[in-house]
């Protein structure tokens, strides 16, 4: 476990250049009060995959299919967020997984290749963030939690980095957290999932 300042200082490397990419004073002073936060259990449910955990060509699949501003001083902060100096669970739904694997939904086009390259992105991930950083797998069908962004119990943000809907309202962060680690003590641990669930046929590492 880390202390809080070290926290806090990983958290405002991402948050100082996003600071610089972002017009909106509002969600300027969401990220700033990210900085601030004093650095607990994080929880990251992102909306698909984790933009700390994307490979470059998945980052430029998806910027193809959704054009804009270049990113890449962002993807290069953003990928400090998960370091051994935060300590928390990265939360990923078996719908955004399953998509993935089998090229469809919002990866229908993406090639098999760049496919297995992020999954075994992510296995290597677990082997080298772990136990800092755990990175799990949940079902929709099972919980329905928005993306969002929890430090402790005191600072709660949806849809991170994308939308600004900050939740002040303590018993309100109090019922996410619940929620969160409920899903938590039942998601299903990534390595284990990747063995259950992958074709023999592909190129994932198998652990």
């Given amino acids: ?3 809080a300042s070290e926290q806090r200082n990983s958290v405002s490397d991402i948050v100082n250049i996003s600071l610089a990419m972002v017009d909106d004073n509002q ?5 700033s009060k990210i900085a601030a936060a004093t650095g607990e259990f994080i929880y990251y449910v992102p909306n698909t995959l984790p933009d700390a955990l994307k490979t470059d060509e998945i980052f430029s699949f998806e910027d193809h299919a959704n054009p804009k501003s270049d990113n890449r001083t962002y993807i290069e902060k953003i990928r400090l967020m998960i370091s051994p100096t935060l300590n928390g669970v990265i939360l990923i739904s078996e719908e955004t997984l399953l998509d993935l694997i089998h090229l469809r939904g919002i990866y229908a086009g993406l090639s098999k290749k760049v496919s297995d390259q992020q999954m075994n992105s992510l ?3 677990c082997h080298e963030q772990f136990p800092s ?3 799990k797998v949940f079902s929709h069908r099972d919980f329905r939690v928005s993306p969002c962004f929890l430090i402790g119990n005191s600072f709660l943000v949806q849809e991170f980095f994308k939308y600004n809907i900050q ?3 303590v018993p309100t962060i109090l019922g996410v957290q619940a929620s969160l680690n409920t899903i938590h003590r039942l998601a299903t641990d990534f390595l284990h999932w990747v063995e259950q669930n992958t074709l023999p046929q592909t190129d994932i590492q198998k652990v």
């Fill in 1 to 3: 476990m880390t202390s």
């Fill in 167 to 169: 939740i002040e309202s």
């Fill in 27 to 31: 969600l300027k002073e969401t990220l």
């Fill in 123 to 125: 296995v290597d991930a």
């Fill in 133 to 135: 950083w755990q990175i």
